[in-house]
């Protein structure tokens, strides 16, 4: 049997690297043909050693590797270099950068018909319009990545669009789910980094904090599954044993459980339709014996504005995701330089979203536009807080 071609866009990232483990259990069955990052060149070549892959790129278009590259490796550098990786012989294409580094390779992937593997939330949120419409039209299918959306595409296996009545997504609630208000406001990188379930890259650990990350994910989902705002629900469940649930038209709802281990999403991605057979993929099968209790309770937006932001955001559309994207980039950037507080990053983002523009239709071209617009408003409004 052949194995399945596939590239990771992001491969020294947390994603990444866990795609890899994934891989690295099952090369019988897939093998990598492409691996791109942005600035850490000499890891990405020492991957690509390791995988025997004939094709890397670099996003940061100055970056280089410190020695001369292994025969049988090229590499290519800039946005062009991570499209031809996304465009290339790759069958399955994973997108695990950050921001909107992804968006344009994801596009040339969706072109070319091939199965998109999305981790990269930040892409639909800015774009899902175009995106899903894109994927339509060449036949390429999107597969989510993201743990709650992969919970909720598993539940909706054999279930057709119109037995939705709502998606109901879970958060961990981050490490300040009891925190005071008061405390919030002391609250420094050190303690928003330390997430009592997952281990993941910095700006979605610190999006986890201020629960922009679940809103991110509302406006995914909208896009994912094309349901309307009102059927997207965020209930806190600490424990991130239950991924995510649907609730159906004749009140069923189901759920998918595991351990808070991104290997199962990205194994069900890799393989679908097919289940790989590994019975110790993610830290092995759940032990329901010892759950002990699951808990659920609604998000307190009072203490987590964003998450409001974000639905507001969703449902104006057009630009204003991007907008959001951008603008909370900037406030991630400055809170973990130590420029700004915890509270503020959502005063930033909120202020950005205020005095950005915004219009109903966007391009691909203009949603970076308007990404970078958001950027830089965060940016102002930040500087003006810190000085
Ligand atoms: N981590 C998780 O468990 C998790 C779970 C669900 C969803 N996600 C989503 O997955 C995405 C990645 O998250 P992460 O936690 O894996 O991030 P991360 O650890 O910060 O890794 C980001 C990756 O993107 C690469 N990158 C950055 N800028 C780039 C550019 N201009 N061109 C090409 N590659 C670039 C980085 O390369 P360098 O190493 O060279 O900087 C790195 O490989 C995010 O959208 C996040 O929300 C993450």
Same mark, same amino acid.
């Given at each position: 049997m052949s194995r399945r071609k596939v590239a990771i866009l992001g491969s020294t990232g947390s994603v990444g690297t866990q795609a890899l483990n994934v891989l690295r259990r099952h090369c019988d069955a897939f093998q990598i043909v492409g691996l791109a990052c942005g600035s850490n060149a000499d890891r990405l070549v020492a991957q690509a050693v390791e995988f025997d892959v004939p094709l890397i790129a670099l996003g940061d278009p100055n970056a280089r590797p410190t020695a001369p590259l292994p025969d049988g490796i090229r590499l290519v550098t800039g946005p062009e270099g991570l499209c031809d990786i996304a465009a290339g012989s790759a069958e399955v294409v994973l997108v695990a950068t950050i921001?909107?580094?992804g968006l344009l390779p994801t596009a040339a992937a969706i072109r070319e018909g091939k199965a998109v593997g999305l981790a990269s939330k930040e892409l639909l949120v800015m774009t899902g319009s175009l995106l899903t419409e894109m994927a339509t039209r060449h036949g390429s299918l999107i597969l989510p990545i993201d743990s709650e959306h992969s919970a909720i595409w598993q539940c909706l296996?054999?279930?057709?669009? /119109? /037995?939705?009545?709502r998606l109901l997504l879970t958060a961990s609630?981050?490490?300040? &789910?009891?925190?005071?208000l008061e405390e919030l406001a002391r609250a420094g990188r050190r303690e928003a980094l330390n997430h009592p379930n997952w281990d993941m890259g910095p700006k979605v650990t610190v999006d986890s904090a201020t629960l922009m990350n679940k809103g991110l994910e509302v406006i995914e989902a909208h896009w994912l599954f094309? #349901? @309307?705002?009102?059927q997207i629900d965020v209930a806190v469940h600490?424990? @991130? #044993? #239950?991924?995510s649930m649907v609730e159906f038209t004749d009140g069923a709802v189901k759920a998918q459980l595991g351990r808070p281990s991104m290997d199962l999403p990205i194994a069900y991605a890799l393989a679908y339709p097919e289940r790989l #057979?590994?019975?110790? &993929?993610?830290?092995?099968? $759940?032990?329901l014996a010892d759950l002990n209790q699951l808990t659920f309770r609604p998000p307190d937006t009072e203490r987590f504005p964003l998450l409001d932001l974000a639905y507001r955001a969703g449902r104006r559309g057009g630009s204003e995701p991007a907008v959001l994207c951008g603008a909370d980039l900037a406030a991630v950037e400055l809170f973990l330089a130590g420029r700004?507080?915890? $509270?503020d990053i959502a005063r930033v983002v909120g202020e950005a979203l205020a005095t950005t523009g915004h219009t109903k239709e966007i391009s691909l071209d203009e949603a970076q536009a308007w990404h970078q617009a958001g950027f830089e408003a965060a940016m102002n409004v930040g500087a003006a807080l810190a000085s």
């Amino acid at each position: 049997m052949s194995r399945r071609k596939v590239a990771i866009l992001g491969s020294t990232g947390s994603v990444g690297t866990q795609a890899l483990n994934v891989l690295r259990r099952h090369c019988d069955a897939f093998q990598i043909v492409g691996l791109a990052c942005g600035s850490n060149a000499d890891r990405l070549v020492a991957q690509a050693v390791e995988f025997d892959v004939p094709l890397i790129a670099l996003g940061d278009p100055n970056a280089r590797p410190t020695a001369p590259l292994p025969d049988g490796i090229r590499l290519v550098t800039g946005p062009e270099g991570l499209c031809d990786i996304a465009a290339g012989s790759a069958e399955v294409v994973l997108v695990a950068t950050i921001g909107e580094a992804g968006l344009l390779p994801t596009a040339a992937a969706i072109r070319e018909g091939k199965a998109v593997g999305l981790a990269s939330k930040e892409l639909l949120v800015m774009t899902g319009s175009l995106l899903t419409e894109m994927a339509t039209r060449h036949g390429s299918l999107i597969l989510p990545i993201d743990s709650e959306h992969s919970a909720i595409w598993q539940c909706l296996q054999g279930e057709g669009h /119109r /037995r939705i009545a709502r998606l109901l997504l879970t958060a961990s609630g981050g490490p300040f &789910l009891d925190t005071p208000l008061e405390e919030l406001a002391r609250a420094g990188r050190r303690e928003a980094l330390n997430h009592p379930n997952w281990d993941m890259g910095p700006k979605v650990t610190v999006d986890s904090a201020t629960l922009m990350n679940k809103g991110l994910e509302v406006i995914e989902a909208h896009w994912l599954f094309g #349901v @309307s705002y009102d059927q997207i629900d965020v209930a806190v469940h600490q424990q @991130s #044993v #239950v991924h995510s649930m649907v609730e159906f038209t004749d009140g069923a709802v189901k759920a998918q459980l595991g351990r808070p281990s991104m290997d199962l999403p990205i194994a069900y991605a890799l393989a679908y339709p097919e289940r790989l #057979v590994d019975p110790e &993929l993610g830290g092995g099968p $759940l032990d329901l014996a010892d759950l002990n209790q699951l808990t659920f309770r609604p998000p307190d937006t009072e203490r987590f504005p964003l998450l409001d932001l974000a639905y507001r955001a969703g449902r104006r559309g057009g630009s204003e995701p991007a907008v959001l994207c951008g603008a909370d980039l900037a406030a991630v950037e400055l809170f973990l330089a130590g420029r700004i507080g915890f $509270l503020d990053i959502a005063r930033v983002v909120g202020e950005a979203l205020a005095t950005t523009g915004h219009t109903k239709e966007i391009s691909l071209d203009e949603a970076q536009a308007w990404h970078q617009a958001g950027f830089e408003a965060a940016m102002n409004v930040g500087a003006a807080l810190a000085s």
